[in-house]
């Protein structure tokens, strides 16, 4: 899309699946690289290595003002959601919307991802989101470290398991891990209105 990125676009109403790399097992289904003013909506995203991601592979390179909504991102084999420069010595992902969205069960291959990760990001927000991670039970990974001002609030979260409870559910911010989405309010006074729904089981 030319030295400065893509700009000014929608992606949208398309079922994207089997989607893999050979050379490090990190291609996703829909990827912006040091996009801005871009809508990715309405979307299947399923069975790729990730599923959606946001980044700005090269150093100040700096996307913006995206918004992913309303897409459905689910089984893939490390991540449904990412977002960010992946290093220091990358680009940013700023002032950008990722709001009304369905994750389930990624994180096939169990790498300790979850369904959402965070890194070297500014002033975003992540809202509104249906999540419904896998047996492992991992929301959530963000380095604070490299990021500022993001915020997540209003998150519906589904257990997996019946009998599970609200502090089976893991969420890893920097370096500390906290189980439970009350633990991890009270820690970083992130999700103060999110809610966790229990699985129930199903009648004979």
Aim: include cysteine.
């Amino acid at each position: 899309m030319g030295a400065l990125g893509a700009r000014s676009g929608r992606c949208a109403n398309n079922t994207v699946w089997n989607i893999h790399s050979v050379y490090d097992s990190s291609a996703a289904g829909i990827y912006v690289d040091g996009g801005s003013n871009i809508t990715v909506e309405m979307n299947e995203v399923h069975h790729s290595d990730v599923g959606i991601e946001i980044g700005a592979e090269n150093k100040g390179r700096i996307a913006s003002q995206m918004i992913v909504r309303k897409n459905y991102i689910h089984d893939n084999d490390k991540v449904g959601l990412a977002f960010g420069g992946y290093d220091q010595n990358r680009g940013r992902v700023i002032n950008s919307l990722f709001e009304a969205n369905r994750l389930e069960y990624n994180d096939v291959k169990r790498t300790g991802s979850g369904e959402i990760v965070v890194s070297y990001a500014f002033n975003n927000s992540v809202n509104s989101n249906i999540v419904k991670p896998s047996t492992q039970n991992i929301i959530l990974y963000a380095d604070p470290s490299g990021s500022l001002n993001n915020v997540f609030d209003w998150q519906i979260y589904y257990q997996k398991r019946v009998k599970a409870i609200e502090s089976n559910l893991i969420f890893n911010w920097g370096n500390q891990q906290y189980k439970g989405l009350s633990a991890f309010q009270l820690a970083t006074k992130q999700e103060l209105h999110a809610t966790v729904i229990m699985a129930k089981r199903r009648r004979k």
